[in-house]
Every structure is written in C-alpha cells, then in structure tokens.
C-alpha cells in the first residue's frame, strides 16, 4: 500500500463520520431492516434536541444536529453496532 493510498482511506473513514443525526436515523434503519431488527423511532421520548431510536432491545438518544465523530461511534455502542457494518 502506497502513502497515498493510506492517506485516502483515512480521509474517507473521517468524513463518514461525520453526520447529522437525521442521517444517522436513516442509516440505522436501513440497518437494522438488512439484519432483520426492529426500529423505533420516537421523537417526542427526548428533551430538546434529542430523540429516542430503538433497534431491537437496544436504545440511544440521537442529536438533531451534526454528530462529532466520537458521538457517532457512542451511538453505535450503545446500539451494539460495529461501525464497520454501520
């Protein structure tokens, strides 16, 4: 693997990472629909700029805004997701 080629694929795991929490709900959806899970999604369930998403027993509370990359990953702990399949 060249410099360059290292360079790229960090680059593009970085700007993965950073999302909003609208887009964060529709990927876990689409997830969630590909591994056979159940979703919920309950906008009223937060306070103030948050909402509550379910996939199967598990639950998290997702951020309207923009996620930081270390939101994002806290999100997939919780949800019990690996990023890699996310």
């Keep these: 693997m060249t410099?360059?080629?290292s360079i790229d694929n960090r680059t593009h795991r970085c700007d993965d990472?950073?999302?909003?929490?609208?887009?964060?709900?529709r990927r876990a959806r689409r997830y969630a629909r590909k591994h056979g899970?159940?979703?919920?999604f309950d906008?009223?369930?937060g306070k103030g700029?948050?909402?509550r998403l379910q996939i199967g027993q598990?639950?998290?509370?997702v951020p309207y805004?923009?996620?930081k990359p270390g939101t994002y990953r806290n999100l997939l702990r919780q949800?019990?997701?690996h990023q890699e399949d996310f």
């Design 3 to 5: 410099a360059r080629g």
């Design 17 to 25: 990472e950073v999302m909003t929490g609208k887009e964060f709900v």
């Design 37 to 40: 899970l159940v979703v919920y």
């Design 43 to 45: 906008p009223r369930r």
């Design 49 to 51: 700029s948050h909402a």
């Design 58 to 61: 598990r639950f998290t509370m």
């Design 65 to 67: 805004g923009e996620l």
């Design 79 to 81: 949800l019990g997701i």
